[in-house]
T-cell receptor, first 114, second 112 residues
Framework: EAQVTQNPRYLITVTGKKLTVTCSQN?????MSWYRQDPGLGLRQIYY???????DKGDVPEGYKVSRKEKRNFPLILESPSPNQTSLYFC?????????????FGPGTRLTVL | SQKIEQNSEALNIQEGKTATLTCNYT??????LQWYRQDPGRGPVFLLL?????KEKRKERLKVTFDTTLKQSLFHITASQPADSATYLC???????????FGTGTRLKVLA
């Protein structure tokens, strides 16, 4: 089944404790992206990757890191999480970056930073 | 700065009626606009894409219009059903970059 998977789905952590949220897709997509969703602010793009070893900042990259060593995986790293990073996170992928390529979203990761 | 606005208030309509949702954008000239559906606690799901040279696009009970003069897209659901209740998001791919901008979404509730 074609899908985007994220792990963990739920995470409660404390300020400053490094964490990684994994994202994997099985559709051989080139473009992958991370978003956070907050009430009243909608979906905001954190980072995106056009292909392996090619990543760039979205609109809200501060406090996050990403890597794209393999085509299928795009982990999101929070080196020192803070409470303002409490949010619902979505990973997405599309065949390429072209505007006609629709994005497929993962199920989401709900992160709480205490 | 570039901005997308959707009705922030929830839209309640009676089953069988047509729901119309609005997406307005400023400081931007997109070549395409996408609409997604999102159910509570789940990721958005793609519904329709419309190009700037297409005035209207249809898919089953869904219809999207795109007015580049008004900088507006309208999303219609005809013969609405309670199962259509969800949040609907519009999105643009920013020209000249590889970023996406999403609206905040409009929550639709179809009453039986």
């Amino acid at each position: 089944e074609a899908q985007v998977t994220q792990n963990p789905r739920y995470l409660i952590t404390v300020t400053g404790k490094k964490l990684t949220v994994t994202c994997s897709q099985n559709m051989n997509h080139e473009y992958m992206s991370w978003y956070r969703q907050d009430p009243g602010l909608g979906l905001r793009q954190i980072y995106y990757s056009m292909n392996v070893e090619v990543t760039d900042k979205g609109d809200v990259p501060e406090g996050y890191k990403v890597s794209r060593k393999e085509k299928r995986n795009f982990p999101l790293i929070l080196e020192s999480p803070s409470p303002n990073q409490t949010s619902l996170y979505f990973c997405a992928s599309s065949l390429s970056w072209r505007e006609t390529d629709t994005q497929y979203f993962g199920p989401g990761t709900r992160l709480t930073v205490l | 700065s570039q901005k997308i606005e959707q009705n922030s208030e929830a839209l309640n309509i009676q089953e069988g009626k047509t729901a119309t949702l609005t997406c307005n954008y400023t400081n931007y000239s997109p070549a395409y606009l996408q609409w997604y559906r999102q159910d509570p606690g789940r990721g958005p799901v793609f519904l329709l894409l419309i190009r700037e040279n297409e005035k209207e696009k249809r898919k089953e009970r869904l219809k999207v219009t795109f007015d580049t003069t008004l900088k507006q897209s309208l999303f219609h659901i005809t013969a609405s059903q309670p199962a259509d209740s969800a949040t609907y998001l519009c999105a643009l791919n920013t020209s000249g970059t590889y970023k996406y901008i999403f609206g905040t979404g409009t929550r639709l509730k179809v009453l039986a």
